[in-house]
């Protein structure tokens, strides 16, 4: 088996910006939830995909493929863990979240062994988020500074995937392109003072490059899959505050993500 250097040079842009936007763009407070995009790779119809994994959270993606080339597909996030955060220079935070979602959508393939991409797949469709954490500053672990994030986000979106099938290796590229509009965004400090909230709802759009890579052992696939989230396009939006005078502000941010994940494709006779 033969790999362009083309595969490995994409592997390592994609790398070096995710990295990059990690350690640049971040902020102390998470409003959005990451998710790393369903690549099933269909290749005939009556087939059933299932893929659990480890993205910081725990994510369950289903894809059953139809008659005439369709499919249909549905996904699950949770994160109820908690974990550490450096920011800045000597600052770290305790993260606790309880942030949940959940898609649902409509897809078709393509799949011929002779093309160099072997499965392509185009699909889209809707979703829901609820982001709820709270952080709080290492060392001092004073609850009175608990810093809280809750928001709640409808998503439309479309994606398109390409995976290149060997004997046992998996080869994956996708892009998702996802319009988010919040009705909550909220921030505050224990025991919810000092609050900001928007005014409106507003929308940001994101593009969302990936690379997948599947090892195959029998009938199931180990999977690891790295990528960025970009902010193409965020509404201003008026955030109101009980401390200070309300400023209009954009979000919008440069986030990495990845995932590792157990997968299962089970032909249905």
Same mark, same amino acid.
């Given at each position: ?69 369709? %499919? ?8 109820? %863990?908690?974990? @550490? ?23 078709? %393939? ?9 499965? %392509? ?21 004073? @609850? ?41 965004? @909220? ?59 309300? @400023? ?22």
């Amino acid at each position: 088996m033969r790999i362009k250097p083309s595969i490995f040079l994409i592997a390592l842009i994609i790398l070096f910006v995710a990295l990059c936007a990690k350690t640049s763009f971040s902020q102390t407070k998470d409003y959005y939830m990451l998710k790393a995009l369903p690549i099933p790779a269909h290749t005939q119809a009556k087939q059933m995909f299932t893929s659990v994994g480890y993205d910081g959270g725990i994510d369950i993606n289903l894809s059953y493929s139809l008659p005439r080339d369709m %499919f249909v597909f549905a996904t699950g996030n949770i994160n109820p %863990f908690s974990s @550490e955060r450096k920011e800045g220079v000597g600052a770290r935070y305790k993260i606790f979240k309880n942030d949940y979602g959940a898609t649902l959508g409509l897809g078709g %393939f393509r799949y011929s062994k002779y093309n160099f991409i072997s499965s %392509f797949e185009y699909s889209g469709g809707i979703g829901l988020s609820k982001i709820d954490s709270y952080w709080r500053y290492v060392p001092a672990m004073l @609850e009175s500074h608990d810093q809280f994030t809750n928001a709640f986000y409808q998503t439309a979106f479309v994606q398109v995937n390409g995976t290149k099938i060997f004997s046992k290796i998996h080869l994956g590229a996708a892009t998702r392109l996802a319009v988010n509009r919040y009705g909550t965004l @909220e921030y505050f400090m224990r025991p919810k003072a000092y609050v900001t909230s928007n005014s409106h709802s507003f929308a940001t759009i994101a593009l969302e490059p990936a690379l997948s890579f599947s090892y195959l052992v029998a009938t199931f696939r180990a999977n690891f899959q790295l990528g960025v989230s970009i902010p193409i396009y965020t509404q201003g939006v008026t955030m109101a505050s009980t401390l200070v005078t309300s @400023e209009v502000g954009s979000y919008g941010e440069f986030y990495f993500f990845w995932r590792i994940a157990i997968q299962h494709l089970k032909n249905k006779d």
